[in-house]
């Protein structure tokens, strides 16, 4: 622009090429998120018959501690109808990998399922407790809203039991003790036992081998008592 010109008025002047793009809307304010919560249902507390239908362990932040979680399928009368399902958690201790204390209640609900004690070498697994009927008794917890759960189980009415071994045919009658008399001594006793073994051997030794001198060798059942040798000569 020359100096001599006058500036040009505010109704002259270009709008400035670099304009800013429409204004966008403020951004809407979040979403409340959902709550959710977990709905256990109620009963009658009472003796029911229920179909355990899965186990679990797991480790309980509120607790601080390991559960065996059993989710059972509460039945009615008939055992087709579903009532509920209702929990039943079993301690596994506080220690860094579950442990079962021969005190708590997972040992005593183990050996009740399983039938017997475990073995030495037993991981005494929850999946014997898996898809079986048992007869329970559920009770109402302790609090602002109680649920049912159960708390103990009666008897196992399907799955895993002692397996009662059949007898084995011998092939042979069993021979028949006689009762210990004043002839016969008591079979009970071990050492007569022994004794009277080891005097039979002698004596089948001794009939095999007739040409041994009596002095060389005596049974033992012998009463006789061995001869006693006399002083050597020189002495």
Known sequence: MNRFQSA???SQRQAPTHTKGPRQAHPAEPAEPEITWADYSRIEPGEYFAYC???RVYYSGVYHKWVCLLRFDVLAPDR???LTRAPMFLSLGRRAKP????????????????????????RMSPL??????????VRDTKGPAPY?????????????RLAVLPEVP??????????????KPNPANKAQRKAERDARLDREWFDRNPHVASATYKP???KVPAPVKGPKAGS
């Not at 442990?99 to 037993?122: E, K, L, M, T, V």
């Not at 014997?128 to 009927?133: A, G, K, L, N």
């Not at 011998?170 to 002839?183: I, K, L, N, S």
């Open 99 to 122: 442990f079962i204390s021969r005190c708590g209640n997972y040992w005593s609900a183990w050996i009740q399922a399983n039938g017997g004690g475990p073995h030495r070498h037993d």
């Open 220 to 222: 033992r059942d012998s």
């Open 148 to 160: 049912s759960v159960v708390t103990k189980i009666g008897e196992w009415e399907t799955g895993r």
């Open 170 to 183: 011998t092939g042979f009658d069993e021979p028949t003790v006689q009762p210990p008399g004043p002839d």
């Open 8 to 10: 040009p008025t505010t």
């Open 53 to 55: 239908r899965s186990s």
């Open 80 to 82: 087709m109808t579903r």
């Open 128 to 137: 014997v407790f898996r898809r079986r009927m048992a007869r329970v008794v």
